[in-house]
Nanobody, 118 residues
Framework: QVQLVESGGGLVQPGGSLRLSCAAS????????LGWYRQAPGKQRELVAS???????NYADSGKGRFTISRDNAKSTVYLQMNSLKPEDTAVYYC????????????WGQGTQVTVSS
């Protein structure tokens, strides 16, 4: 019952920064565990970062020290701040939401393209 819309993607030079946003509607945002995933051409979708209802965060090794996930429950939005971007970060980034309470179904946004190139 939640709808997710990503924004903030685009073209950025290596070493640059980008902040992705995912706005949710249609449900109570605070009850969802949230995550950012990405999928590069020819590769499987992979976890980038996640944040629980309690604020606990988890990062893939690829983004540790460079990426920061945060949430603003008042705005029903989850963010992914990406710094020191590399060409390898190029992918479609997806927002994911899973309710804390059953049924724990996965909800996905449509994705936003991030391209890191000089």
């Amino acid at each position: 019952q939640v709808q997710l819309v990503e924004s903030g993607g685009g073209l950025v030079q290596p070493g640059g920064s980008l902040r992705l946003s995912c706005a949710a509607s249609g449900s109570i945002f605070s009850i969802y565990d949230l995550g950012w995933y990405r999928q590069a051409p020819g590769k499987q979708r992979e976890l980038v970062a996640s944040i629980t209802t309690g604020g606990s965060t988890n990062y893939a090794d690829s983004g540790k020290g460079r990426f920061t996930i945060s949430r603003d429950n008042a705005k029903s939005t989850v963010y992914l701040q990406m710094n020191s971007l590399k060409p390898e970060d190029t992918a479609v980034y997806y927002c994911n939401a899973v309710p804390y309470y059953p049924p724990r179904r996965d909800y996905w946004g449509q994705g936003t393209q991030v391209t890191v190139s000089s």
